[in-house]
């Protein structure tokens, strides 16, 4: 009965996003199958995190969609996920689900945590940042960008990144207050306070979203435009074929969000184990 009721859960709310063109096909079967392990071998805490993740990061690329459809032509991936941004997003957080299936610890509690404030913070500082008026700078140099431009930040997509981060700390401790407990089987920590979750999504997801930007202006696979000179991510812009210009054949944009999501987890596990939340 547990796994029906979050494959259920999942197969409803990835369906509307799917019929908001919010998801692509592959993109619905994955997030069906990833929503059913989350609730299925863990909980209603696991799950819930995702899906906050995934609700504020649909709604927020839908807000105002009009002003960034020009920055999204240089984007590899667009508000549409596919099943390679599905499992870049999410996969991570699920194997740190089965892990602790498997062995009971909150240290793996304190990784999820910074892992999904990464995936959450970095799409926040995305969505947000790209509303910006002021041009971002570039994390390495601080000299400005053009919009759009991988590795590029701003106060405006800073500051979302922070929030959103934030809120993945207060929704994880919101839905173990609500829940009990992590698998439905009383396994909950008394020692995760509100506070302490708070600041392993703080600092984990926006070290998270800012090794992602670092990496998005080093070794992220990257095209020139041969019509309007732009760095782009895709391999079609302005209606031609870009040609190669920097980064590392497999860093893709679904990479560099793997990585990044491993780094604000790594953080949040050492803060963690450090100093106990």
Known sequence: MHWLIGF????????LAYVKRSLSLSGL????????IYYGAGSAFWFGTLLFFFITGTLLSRWKKDRKDDLEKSYAK???????QVLANGGLGMLICLGYVAAPNVLWVYGFVGVMATVTSDTWATELGGLSRKPPRSVLTGRVVP?????????????AALAGGLCIGLAAWLLIRL??????TGAADGALSLPGLLLLGAAGGFVGAMADSVLGATVQKMYRCLVCGQIVEVERHCGHETERYRGLPWMTNDAVNLISSAVGGGLA?????????
Request: charged letters at 10%; a positive charge; hydrophobic letters at 45%.
């Open 8 to 15: 259920a859960g999942a197969a409803v709310v990835a369906g």
């Open 29 to 36: 079967i994955a997030a069906v199958i990833m929503g059913t």
């Open 78 to 84: 667009t508000g549409r996920r596919d099943a390679g």
């Open 147 to 159: 919009k759009g431009t991988s590795g590029g930040v701003s106060l405006a997509g800073n500051t």
């Open 179 to 184: 829940g009990g407990d992590f698998m439905g």
């Open 269 to 277: 596990l050492w803060l963690g184990w450090g100093i106990g939340v």
